[in-house]
């Protein structure tokens, strides 16, 4: 009874419910894009950053990464690849021994990371091959052909066919040499990265370092990427103490945090922007009640009950709040999946997306049903509490001074 007096008052003041309709669309599509906006930038960039080289899981030496030296190597890697590889959710497993030499052009020389990599396998689990801006990518039975970052290769002044030397330490701490010829040069976007790594095939690798069998990192490619840090807690079990496996949110623990408090910054940006809408529609809520306060002061004459005056002008503004959060959300879902779809283009700024740790200036927004679910529901709540003063208010009129008020 009293939602269909509610809906009836809903029609009746077509133009009133059409504005709140509308201030509420236009609030709801605007929080939905936003979140939608500010988590897919933050996916977008842990991507990057996770994808470009460090990959999902990595297992080292227990002590490699408190103290990254030879002697907290991986001893035994084809013992450790087939006890990983059997694990259930592991897709792909692959070595990397990284060592820091001196590259050597004529009379510049550039300390770098000189990585031994199987190259075949890379191409699933980093987007090394990808990278690829000139020459040719790495292959597995490769021998001195190096694949340097554009960065370093640009300050060592040498390009696709020109060689270089490094001096080394190997594996076994002997003196390591070679002449190397470079035979691609990749860009990841991420500038200290590019100026100081270069990789070789590791069964050359393996040679000259005396690394046979051994490595600095064991890279885990999961099948299901959101459950890293679920795999890697297994493989830790599976393989025992005298190693260490972390998952990305462990490697890149700096970036997970600058991203958690980016979208704290985001969220108090968008909390303010809410507030003021806020009050915007409770304004607007209270000069449409105080507008309509003859008609409630006649209900009340006639033994409507301040209860009742109540539950019909809050029936109306839940039914204006839902239709504006479903046209709303509608809206903002759709700008969201088209955005995630085809991500956004920010054509020339490369360099200022570096910064960022941006591989790319494409930016695409999240299209996450929960997320979108969840923001509709807040600005729902938010719609309704920003009439309870209003209505409170006028509720607290006595019939005779709603029916004589100007």
């Known amino acids: 009874m009293l939602f269909q007096f509610a809906l009836r008052n809903v029609l009746a003041h077509g133009k009133r419910s059409v504005v709140t309709i509308l201030l509420g669309t236009i609030s709801t599509a605007l929080l939905v894009f ?15 950053a996770v994808e470009i080289y460090p990959g999902y899981i990595q297992i080292t030496g227990a002590e490699f990464r408190q103290s990254p030296s030879f002697e907290h190597l991986l001893f035994d890697v084809d013992k450790i690849q087939a006890e990983v590889i059997d694990i259930a959710g592991v ?21 770098g990371m000189l990585t031994g990599i199987n190259p075949e396998k890379e191409r ?12 040719e990518y790495l292959e597995n039975n490769d021998n001195n052909q190096l694949y340097i970052g554009n960065e370093l290769a640009r300050r060592l002044q040498v390009k696709v066919g020109d060689e270089l030397v490094f001096i080394g330490t190997g594996a076994d701490y002997s003196f390591a040499a070679d002449r190397l010829i470079v035979k691609g040069i990749f860009q990841t976007g991420l500038f200290e990265f590019d100026a100081g790594s270069a990789f070789l095939a590791k069964s050359y690798f393996d040679r000259i370092m005396a690394s046979k069998n051994l490595a600095t990192h064991g890279i885990v490619l999961p099948e299901n990427l959101n459950r890293s840090a679920q795999l890697a807690g297994v493989i830790g079990r599976r393989i025992g103490p005298k190693y ?15 991203m958690q408090l980016d979208s704290c910054f985001g969220y108090i940006t968008l909390a303010i922007i809410f507030i003021v809408i806020f009050f915007v529609v409770m304004i607007y809520t209270l000069l449409a009640v105080f507008a309509r306060l003859k008609e409630i002061g006649i209900m009340r004459a006639i033994g409507t009950t301040p209860r009742q005056v109540f539950a019909i002008l809050l029936w109306e503004s839940s039914i204006l709040g839902f239709i504006s959060v479903w046209v709303g959300g509608l809206i903002g879902a759709a700008f969201a999946w088209y955005f995630c779809i085809h991500p956004l283009v920010f054509s020339g700024m490369e360099e200022q997306f570096k910064q960022y740790g941006l591989a790319a200036s494409a930016i695409p927004s999240a299209f996450e049903p929960l997320t979108i679910g969840r923001d509709m529901a807040v600005m729902f709540l938010l719609l309704l509490l920003s009439t309870l003063y209003p209505i409170i208010k006028v509720n607290r009129y006595q019939p005779i001074e709603a029916l004589h008020h100007v």
């Open 34 to 48: 936003s979140s939608a906006w500010m988590d897919g930038s933050h996916q977008q960039m842990i991507k990057n």
């Open 124 to 135: 699933r689990v980093s987007r090394l091959c990808a990278a690829l801006k000139d020459g």
């Open 244 to 258: 260490q496996v972390a998952d990305w949110q462990q490697t890149m623990a700096g970036l997970v945090k600058s």
């Open 91 to 111: 897709a792909l497993f692959t070595p990397r021994f990284e060592a820091f030499v001196l590259f050597s052009v004529g009379d510049k020389t550039v300390g």
